[in-house]
């Protein structure tokens, strides 16, 4: 069983910067495909970015540019920085992890909230 802990979430202004941090509660980055998604209200849960391990790391394109993922490997934490927020990204962010060896083993957490503010 692998606890995934999101926090960093906040309200700021439109352009602003915010960095959220996914802990794990053991080392997976190896083993797991790690990922940021988001649900905005009214909305289906989106990806955000994406990192297999030992390959690079992929964005969606409503955030290329403005969020990148990321490690600490030592304490086991996976960031997204974001950066030139807007208010579109007002969302619950959720850190998630995949298995990438089967029986494929996937985990959510909580989630964060973020509110950006025109």
């Known amino acids: 069983q692998v606890r995934l802990v999101e926090s960093g979430g906040d309200s700021v202004r439109s352009g602003g910067f915010l960095q959220l941090s996914c802990t794990a509660s053991?080392?997976?980055?190896?083993?797991?495909?790690m990922a940021w998604y988001r649900q905005r209200p009214g909305k289906e849960r989106e990806l955000v970015a994406r990192?297999?391990?030992?390959?690079?790391?992929t964005y969606a394109d409503f955030v290329k540019g403005r969020f990148t993922m990321s490690k600490e490997n030592r304490n086991n934490i996976l960031n997204l920085s974001m950066s030139k927020l807007e208010v579109e990204d007002s969302a619950v962010y959720f850190c998630?992890?995949?298995?990438?060896?089967?029986?494929?083993?996937?985990?959510w957490g909580q989630g964060t909230q973020v509110t950006v503010s025109g």
């Open positions: 998630n992890a995949v298995s990438d060896s089967s029986p494929t083993r996937e985990y």
């Open positions: 053991t080392n997976i980055f190896e083993t797991y495909t």
């Open positions: 990192w297999p391990p030992r390959r690079l790391s």
